[in-house]
């Protein structure tokens, strides 16, 4: 499964600890308590943590900060070659971002229900995406409009498109 | 199920109209082909379209975008009473962010299939969610190390945290 070799255990440690540190420190703010490092080469390229209720921005969780950082400092928006710790197992919306974003590896200390019995969605979201759409709590629906996939037809003659 | 009344058929029509318009002109652009809008009491608030490869970031998907200018507008972190239209099917990614904001109805126009048919990973990435996190493709593995949990001991002990 794994080809690269991936950094001693005591690297590995060593990133994990700097996600649970990023992850007490925002809990000690307020804040979610969640973080996350990006690594390549070795190196901590980024960094993030919860900022959900201080940036009022739901998607800002410690992954998707840490992505969007690690993204930034590569100029890409692909991590090759980087692995990415995090706190706790991300949720689904992070573990998108993450195929998304196509790094080698991600670790994580706490699983989902640690998450659970913290009273945070995780596993909620992991199980109703599991769920056909029409079965899903939260009320989502088909609504096709005449015109509706011709968007597919202008990406795929626009000759200049960049694939992700 | 629905409990508020959701708009007529033709505003939900022009809603649709809008964000596949985003997409259209995204596509035209050389960004990835999908728009969002975010309404609410009958009005856009907020417009989001693909900004992946155009910001180098990979969780510029629409939907994320719509989300976070709405946030912005409405100075919150959660879409109280509102809908929002997606060109495609969201993400898993962008329907983790939807389940995170808690908007009152999400609406798309494409399927999945038709993502995928256009060469994007969304169908590939809800099957990879389904499976255990042993049996990925993308390598996700627990690494605990002394100290994992410790954060959530720091966000139950802080009284003045804002639940999300």
Chains 1, 2 share one sequence.
């Not at 840490?66 to 890409?76: G, M, N, T």
Request: net charge negative.
């Amino acid at each position: 499964m794994a080809a690269a070799p991936p950094g001693s255990p005591q690297d590995r440690s060593r990133f994990m600890r700097e996600a649970l540190r990023l992850a007490s420190e925002s809990a000690r703010a307020g804040g979610g308590p969640f973080g996350a490092v990006v690594v390549k080469g070795g190196e901590i390229i980024a960094r993030g943590a919860n900022r959900v209720t201080a940036s009022r921005d739901p998607t800002a969780h410690a992954e998707i900060e840490a992505i969007r950082e690690a993204c930034r400092v590569l100029d890409s928006f692909q991590l090759d070659g980087c692995d990415v710790y995090s706190s706790t197992e991300p949720c689904p919306m992070c573990m998108g971002a993450l195929y998304w974003a196509r790094p080698e590896r991600v670790f994580y200390a706490s699983g989902r229900e640690v998450a659970a019995r913290a009273g945070f969605d995780d596993q909620f979201i992991y199980d109703e995406l599991a769920r056909p759409v029409g079965e899903r709590r939260l009320e989502t629906r088909p609504l096709a409009i005449e015109g509706s996939g011709e968007e597919f037809d202008a990406w795929a003659e626009y000759e200049g498109r960049v694939e992700y």
